[in-house]
Every structure is written in structure tokens, then in C-alpha cells.
């Protein structure tokens, strides 16, 4: 990463539509709300394809309503060999996701994986998948993801301030 360059993150989940977009709604909220748009390039991805082309679940897009954040525009994809090269941190939801991606990248591109949360804090958790679960699942989700969020802006704030910061 050199200074003045954007930093390019890809929220990944199985099916990119429960998680991973909430993730990167939230995220793109604190980044906005920090007035840092210009340095950061923010996307989400499924290591699945089930859901290709599909809004976020309802359930994902209701809890982010709730808190502020529309998720309405977003549509599934599935991550590609090419994201490893255009994104600089590829951040797994769970430790399968982690795995999936490790199988996927080209060895020299490894080093761009991590656990979400891990990343983030410091403490290894997984964000649970709540697609089977219950609808108070999503808010759990939604309450990890945001603080898990606001420690990811922090931690990469000081790391993309450059002389025009
Ligand atoms: P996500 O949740 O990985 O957080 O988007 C899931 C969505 C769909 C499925 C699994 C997890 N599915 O099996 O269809």
C-alpha cells in the first residue's frame, strides 16, 4: 500500500447476501461518516453462487434499514480469481470463508486473507452465518458486524492518512 492510494476491501461470506453485504453497508456508513470515501474502495463477495445476482436477504437488508444503512442496490456475486489482485485485504466472515479463499488465491496472494473479526480485533471470532437462524440473529450479526467495523476504520485510517489527510 503506498500513501494517497485508495485501499481496496472485499467483505466475503458463503452466500453474499446475509453477511458480507451487511458488512460492507457498515463499513462504507463509518467510512462516510468519517469523510474518508476517497480513500477506500469497498465491495462484498460469496464464495458460493446460489444467490448470484441477488439483492441482500431481507432479513440483512431490515436490520441495516433499521440502523440507517441501505443495502437495497447491492446484488450477489461470486468472488473471482481476479479479486485476489484487485483488492488489498480479502476479510473471510468465518473460518470456512477463510479456508475457501486460502484454496482459491494464487500463493503469492495469500497474504491478502483474514478473518474479519480477527483482523479487526485482535480476538478471533467468527461472524455467525444466520441464514437458518432466527430473525434476533441478524441483529446479533448486525452488532458484531458494526463493532468489528468501527475497530477495522480505526486500525486502517492511520495507514491510508496521506499528505492530503
Ligand atoms: P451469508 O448467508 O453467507 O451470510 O450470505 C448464507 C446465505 C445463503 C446460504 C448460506 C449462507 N445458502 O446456503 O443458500
Redesign the pocket.
Known amino acids: 500500500m503506498m500513501q494517497n492510494e485508495r485501499m481496496s476491501i472485499l467483505f466475503v461470506?458463503?452466500?453474499?447476501?446475509?453477511?458480507?453485504?451487511?458488512a460492507e453497508g457498515v463499513f462504507r456508513e463509518i467510512v462516510t461518516a468519517n469523510g474518508a470515501q476517497e480513500r477506500f474502495l469497498i465491495d462484498s463477495a460469496?464464495?458460493?453462487n446460489?444467490?448470484q445476482g441477488k439483492p441482500?436477504?431481507r432479513r440483512?437488508v431490515e436490520v441495516a434499514a433499521r440502523h440507517g444503512i441501505d443495502l437495497t442496490g447491492l446484488r450477489?456475486r461470486q468472488v473471482t480469481r481476479g479479486d485476489f489482485d484487485r483488492f488489498d485485504l480479502l476479510l473471510g466472515?468465518d473460518g470456512d470463508?477463510v479456508a475457501t479463499l486460502a484454496s482459491l488465491a494464487p500463493p503469492d496472494r495469500r497474504g491478502r486473507i483474514a478473518q474479519f473479526h480477527e483482523f479487526s480485533t485482535g480476538m478471533p471470532r467468527d461472524?455467525p452465518?444466520?441464514?437458518?437462524g432466527a430473525e434476533d440473529g441478524f441483529e446479533a450479526?448486525y452488532r458484531m458486524i458494526r463493532a468489528a467495523a468501527g475497530s477495522l476504520f480505526e486500525k486502517l485510517a492511520a495507514e491510508t492518512r496521506g499528505v492530503s489527510g
Request: aromatic residues 12%.
Open positions: 461470506c458463503l452466500g453474499n447476501i446475509c453477511r458480507s453485504p451487511l460469496g464464495t458460493g446460489w444467490h441482500p436477504d440483512s450477489a466472515m470463508n461472524v452465518d444466520p441464514y437458518y450479526v
